[in-house]
């Protein structure tokens, strides 16, 4: 059996959005209770970030951008990075020492009527919420700050 390589400790958070402001947050698998939107790590210290949240966005929803339903145009890097620690139940899958990742904010617009493909090793429910109490949801805080972002960048 192989080892996985240790995560990079660089991510991205996609929140997924309609015209209206409703917001997908996704329940963990393996942290029940713990609802979030799309994030994930770089696969290599080389990705770029929009192909990371064109993998993650796809892996862990189904929705496909670029495709005719979403158009590459509906993700939208918001310029903003969040530095926090890793919480410590989830270190082990860093390099030994690794303490804090580095998040890049995304928004993606979406109808409201998409169709949804959950990974479920990776999540077991989805919720489509107003930003506030989707924000109020999160159990991240950095999550939570940027689905309070959603109106200034939608």
Same mark, same amino acid.
């Given at each position: 059996? /192989? ?8 991510? %991205?958070?996609? =929140?997924? *959005?309609?015209?209206?402001?409703? =917001? +997908? +947050? ?10 979030? $939107? ?15 949240? &064109?993998?993650? %966005? ?8 670029? $495709? ?29 020492? %690794?303490? *804090? @990742? ?15 493909? &959950? @990974?479920?090793?990776? *999540? =077991?429910? *989805? ?12 159990? $991240?805080? /950095? @999550?939570?700050?940027? %689905?309070?972002? &959603?109106?200034?960048?939608?």
């Amino acid at each position: 059996m /192989s080892e996985r390589s240790p995560k990079i400790p660089e991510s %991205v958070l996609v =929140v997924i *959005h309609t015209p209206a402001l409703d =917001v +997908l +947050l996704i329940e963990r698998a393996d942290a029940p209770g713990f609802w979030q $939107s799309v994030t994930g790590s770089k696969d290599d210290a080389f990705e770029p970030l929009m192909q990371t949240c &064109l993998r993650e %966005v796809a892996e862990e929803t189904g929705i496909v951008i670029g $495709s005719p339903a979403v158009p590459i145009a509906a993700l939208r890097d918001w310029q903003l990075a969040n530095v926090y620690e890793i919480y410590p139940r989830w270190r082990h899958r860093y390099a030994s020492g %690794v303490t *804090h @990742n580095t998040e890049h904010v995304f928004g993606l617009a979406v109808p409201r009527d998409i169709t949804l493909r &959950l @990974n479920p090793r990776e *999540h =077991v429910q *989805h919720a489509w919420l107003p930003w506030r109490e989707a924000a109020d949801r999160c159990f $991240s805080p /950095s @999550n939570a700050e940027a %689905v309070l972002q &959603l109106p200034r960048f939608a």
